[in-house]
């Protein structure tokens, strides 16, 4: 039975299934499914737990030779089959479906934990074999659209709430990496008293120390056209020893986002549905400062600062002579509306934009 990650717990709850089969790509709520499978496991008295990782020719009669053995210390084990990525092949496919056969002679729980399963995998006859017997959780990345929410929940599981426009705002910063999203809800629990409601200056000033926060707020003073803002940021990045390739990172990341809308709105949509299109997408609070880049910023500019920015990335390289800082001030200068920056640098860089 199909049961998704925010519905196993209460499913656990219900009767603890032969098999569980976890698969998908988001680590976060992957690991957060087999942990809850692990703890229904231990709450209904199995201590005992085997593990078999799956690795290039991994042999399969393991499977079923752990399945068959009796424990001397207990009448029932947890066993955990991790395939990760790799392929199950046909000796797995025929193992799984044998394991399957065994189920009904055997008190032992069934966790595996794989990739993304397609719905030719669903239709195999080992799946459907293990699926009679237990439960099937796909572990998908959360939407755009539900990340707000999601987080909003997952703070309270910290100890702390958080406003909507919060949430949004640390779902936009950690880039829907709700594994480094999550890692901020637990410092900030740790950094205040328990059931403290956070806010966007909350969130803001909870993680003003981190680089890579710091690179957004370069992102949004260059979006907003902010350009004293943009070169008082690029000269605290290099004095505080953020690495060049973060900063440039981030520059080339909105220089794309800008042309794709602006490619989707040649194509007659319109500037909301070309933000929701993006990956990820923009939020409303941010689409104004791209709304107000795209009208100072046309299409044949942004190409041409791209050009900039690969040659910078030569320069991080070292296949490249390019004065690596004072380009990544030029570049982002251009892009938060300073005149005649590129214009007016001698170096060999200079594309006249």
Same mark, same amino acid.
């Given at each position: ?9 209460? =499913? ?5 299934? !032969? ?9 976060? @709520?992957?690991?957060? &499914? ?8 231990? *709450? ?13 020719? +991994? ?7 752990? *399945?068959?053995?009796?424990?001397? +210390?207990?009448?029932?084990? /947890? ?6 990525? @790799? ?9 799984? &479906? ?16 794989? #990739? ?10 080992? $799946? ?7 439960? +099937? ?17 997952? &703070?309270? /599981? ?15 910063? %950690? ?10 809800? =637990? ?8 059931? %403290? ?14 680089? !890579? ?14 350009? @004293? ?18 900063? /440039?990172?981030?520059? %080339? ?7 794709? /809308?602006? @490619?989707?709105?040649?194509?007659? =949509?319109? +500037? ?5 299109? =993006?990956?990820?997408?923009? $939020? ?11 009208? !100072? ?20 390289? #070292? &296949? ?31 594309? #006249?934009?």
């Amino acid at each position: 039975m199909k049961v998704f990650a925010d519905q196993l717990g209460g =499913q656990l709850a219900k009767k603890l299934p !032969r098999a569980v089969i976890v698969a998908g790509d988001e680590p976060l @709520q992957h690991r957060d &499914a087999c942990d809850a499978v692990r703890q229904a496991a231990r *709450a209904a008295g199995i201590e005992e737990r085997e593990v078999l990782d799956v690795e290039p020719n +991994f042999a399969w009669g393991r499977l079923l030779e752990t *399945a068959s053995n009796l424990s001397l +210390f207990a009448t029932s084990k /947890l066993l955990e089959l991790r395939l990760g990525h @790799q392929k199950l092949g046909q000796e797995g496919a025929k193992a799984l &479906a044998q394991y399957a056969e065994l189920m009904e002679q055997s008190d032992d729980i069934l966790l595996i934990s794989m #990739g993304k399963l397609d719905a030719k995998q669903q239709k195999s006859a080992w $799946f459907k074999a293990l699926d009679k017997h237990g439960l +099937f959780v796909p572990v998908w990345p959360v939407d755009a659209s539900r990340l707000g929410y999601w987080l909003r929940d997952r &703070a309270g /599981l910290h100890g702390v709430q958080i406003d909507l426009d919060a949430a949004r705002l640390l779902g936009e910063r %950690t880039e829907g990496n709700l594994l480094a999203a999550d890692q901020e809800l =637990q410092k900030l629990a740790l950094i205040h008293p328990p059931n %403290t409601r956070l806010n966007v200056d909350s969130i803001a000033v909870g993680v003003e120390d981190s680089a !890579r926060f710091d690179v957004f707020n370069l992102a949004d003073a260059c979006l907003k056209g902010e350009p @004293q803002r943009v070169s008082r940021i690029v000269t605290g990045l290099k004095s505080e020893g953020v690495e060049a390739p973060i900063v /440039l990172w981030a520059l %080339t990341r909105e220089l794309r986002t800008l042309l794709s /809308l602006h @490619q989707h709105l040649d194509q007659g =949509q319109s +500037f909301e549905h070309a933000c929701k299109t =993006q990956k990820p997408m923009i $939020f409303d609070k941010r689409r104004p400062a791209y709304q107000k880049a795209i009208g !100072r910023l046309p299409m044949k500019r942004l190409h041409k600062l791209l050009l900039m920015a690969q040659r910078l990335d030569l320069a991080v390289k #070292g &296949a490249s002579g390019v004065p690596l800082w004072p380009g990544l001030h030029d570049l982002a200068m251009t892009m938060g509306g300073a005149k005649g920056i590129l214009a007016e640098t001698p170096w060999t860089y200079r594309i #006249g934009v």
